[in-house]
């Protein structure tokens, strides 16, 4: 069975910094790609960041980028996303995923396996 269990969310003050974990289990974790979308409330799930299977390539929201970085270490199949400089629009529920294709996504709808959410809220 599949798992992917997000941990690290909070609340932070506008400016603050958080580092969000994934930890999968239940698949080989070097054959996806990993991904992290956020959705607040009443919008739909959106990109934030991706990281390819071996960790060469990354590709991030223009909303996050220069403030968030996606990380992964295949020895302990996790992913990690370091936020810093947080506003208080980043404000989510925040998933991480998994993704079997070729290619990395930013489509929520190409992913494979999802977390179960962790929320973050930035206070202004």
């Known amino acids: 069975q599949v798992q992917l269990v997000e941990s690290g969310g909070g609340l932070v003050q506008a400016g603050g910094s958080l580092r969000l974990s994934c930890a999968a289990s239940?698949?080989?974790?070097?054959?996806?790609?990993m991904g992290w979308f956020r959705q607040a409330p009443g919008k739909e799930r959106e990109f934030v960041a991706a990281?390819?299977?071996?960790?060469?390539?990354?590709s991030y929201a223009d909303s996050v980028k220069e403030r968030f970085t996606i990380s992964r270490d295949n020895a302990k199949s996790t992913v990690s996303l370091q936020m810093s400089s947080l506003k208080p629009e980043d404000t989510a529920v925040y998933y991480c995923?998994?993704?079997?294709?070729?290619?990395?996504?930013?489509?929520?709808?190409?992913?494979?396996?999802w977390g179960q959410g962790t929320q973050v809220t930035v206070s202004s």
């Open positions: 995923a998994a993704d079997r294709a070729l290619l990395l996504d930013q489509l929520p709808t190409k992913y494979d396996f």
């Open positions: 239940g698949l080989s974790f070097t054959s996806y790609h």
């Open positions: 990281i390819t299977r071996r960790g060469l390539t990354t």
